[in-house]
Structures are given as structure tokens and as C-alpha cells.
């Protein structure tokens, strides 16, 4: 990252549940969560929470580099400390740094990927199919250590957390995972 860029970086620090921004509102910075967790957030219309990211120790808001507005609330979902950049100096970060440019347009198709397996998992009807697509897709090991609470999992997978403990209980049942508390790993068939 150029030094002019990290120098013009600012610390900021977001209590539990604090909004780092809203939908609609105009982008200024580009975020790294250095400590705690983010989330880019919306919500159905029969109030059903959607969550489009989640970010620990990486980038947030990086979709918006050249957005008229947020798309999504951006909210803390623990305490979080994290380093906002002017997007005006990342762009010209960007513009003027061919290394960083190359490095951030290696991190902007890591985050594509992962987007298209979300959207892949989210066309899956089946709550069961939805989990075995994570661990598959998000879980080379086949093991999953959940490091957040099942709910804040379930409305990752676009669940009801009813629906998410349900179809853990089944897979469990049949054999195709173990789930150790917040381990989740899938059975390797024999």
C-alpha cells in the first residue's frame, strides 16, 4: 500500500451494532476491518436480514470505490476497529501505483468468486444443500469452526436459524456431518 495512502488513513472504532454507513448515503471511505467484524447488510421485505459480506481482517465497502451511494448498511456486528480510507486518495492510489492496483484487482476477484458461490448457495432451495455447498466451497478441509454464533450463520446461508438447526440435526442424523458445538465437519464417505 503507498505510504501516502496509509498515511491518510483514519482509525475509527464502532461499538456493537453501530453503523459504519447506511444505504443511500454517499461513499467517502473504503474500510478495513482490522479488529471485530462487519457486515454489508439489507433487508427483505418481510424484514428478513440478507447479508451481501462479511468482513474480518479484510476490506469493506470496496464495491462502493465508485458508487453514487451505499447499496447496503454497513453495521458492526461486534466492536469493531477498523481504518477508513478517503476514497478520493485510493483512487488515486490506485491510479498512480501500478503494484497496489495489481494486488488490489487480485483481492477484488477472490471476492468475486466467493460472491458467485454465495449466489450459487443462495439459488439452492434445500437448507441441507445449502450447508454441504459452504463446506464444500468455503472449507477445503471438509471442517468448518464457526466463528460466529449459528444464527449470525443461518441468515449468512439465507436461513431461518429454525431452518439452519433443523437441517443440521438431519445431516447429523444420517451420517453426512458431525457438528461439535460450533465444529461443523463433513463425514468423509467410507
Not at 476491518?33 to 465497502?61: C, Y
Amino acid at each position: 500500500m503507498p505510504a501516502r495512502l496509509r498515511e491518510a488513513a483514519e482509525w475509527r472504532e464502532y461499538d456493537k451494532g453501530a453503523a459504519l454507513f447506511l444505504i443511500g448515503e454517499r461513499p467517502r471511505f473504503i474500510y478495513f476491518i482490522v479488529h471485530g467484524e462487519a457486515r454489508l447488510r439489507r433487508h427483505s421485505q418481510e424484514g428478513m436480514e440478507m447479508v451481501m459480506q462479511r468482513a474480518r481482517n479484510s476490506f469493506f465497502a470496496e464495491a462502493s470505490l465508485e458508487s453514487a451511494a451505499y447499496h447496503c448498511d454497513g453495521v458492526a456486528t461486534e466492536p469493531v476497529l477498523a481504518l477508513a480510507f478517503p476514497i478520493g486518495k485510493f483512487l488515486i492510489a490506485l491510479a498512480e501505483c501500478p503494484n497496489f492496483r495489481g494486488k488490489w484487482i487480485s483481492l477484488l476477484l477472490r471476492e468475486v468468486r466467493r460472491a458467485r458461490g454465495q449466489v450459487e448457495r443462495q439459488g439452492l432451495r434445500n437448507a441441507g444443500d445449502r450447508i454441504l455447498h459452504y463446506l464444500e466451497t468455503e472449507c477445503p478441509s471438509g471442517q468448518l469452526r464457526l466463528n460466529q454464533t449459528k444464527k449470525a450463520w443461518a441468515s449468512e446461508l439465507g436461513l431461518s436459524h429454525e431452518a439452519l438447526y433443523r437441517a443440521l440435526g438431519k445431516l447429523s442424523d444420517q451420517g453426512v456431518l458431525r457438528v461439535d458445538g460450533l465444529l461443523i465437519e463433513k463425514m468423509k464417505k467410507t
